[in-house]
């Protein structure tokens, strides 16, 4: 695995651009999945191409609900992605940036201290996928565009053909 460039270990923009781009290229050693990291990293990129922000600016102070509004906003009325999805895909992202930089050999996973989130009801839909196989997927009885698409990047992910 090749070594992130120096600019990676910056708190700007430009540094956390440096390290998801490193975090991408190497998903599948770092045992992450590549497209998730897209998604993920494709937050930062909207953020980016949508408000024009400067190299310089310094990420570990923003803030995030704030930014995703802005993201909204500044965005197309058809687009894909609420104000939520984007904050908590910057978050990640950030707090990824936040522990690699610290040195935490463990900074891609939840961190352990940080409160349950409050339980959301799911439901079970079965689906038949061919003759003889059926497969049940819970997801949330909420469920939105945006996570559905994340789903299908997901699943797509699992094909071997």
């Known amino acids: 695995m090749q070594d992130p460039s120096p600019q990676a270990r910056t ?22 999945r ?12 909207v953020a980016n191409k949508r408000l024009h922000l400067p190299a310089v600016t310094p990420v570990d ?5 704030l930014l ?13 992605g609420s104000a939520r999805d ?9 707090r990824w940036h936040q522990r690699w930089r610290a040195g935490q050999p463990d900074w891609w ?24 196989l059926s497969i049940a997927v819970e997801v949330p009885a909420d469920l939105r ?7 299908h990047t997901w699943l797509r992910n699992l094909t071997i053909d």
């Open 61 to 65: 102070d923003l803030d995030l609900e």
């Open 109 to 132: 996973q939840a961190a352990g201290n940080t409160p349950a989130a409050p339980q959301t009801p799911t439901l079970i839909h079965r689906f038949p996928l061919r003759p003889g």
């Open 145 to 151: 565009t945006s996570e559905a698409d994340l789903l």
């Open 11 to 32: 708190a700007d923009l430009a540094g956390l651009l440096a390290f998801l781009s490193w975090v991408q290229d190497n998903a599948a050693v770092l045992g992450r």
């Open 68 to 80: 995703a509004q802005q993201m909204i906003s500044a965005g197309p009325a058809n687009a894909k």
């Open 86 to 94: 984007y904050q908590e895909r910057l978050a990640i992202c950030r």
């Open 34 to 45: 590549p497209a998730t990291v897209a998604v993920y990293r494709s937050a930062w990129h």
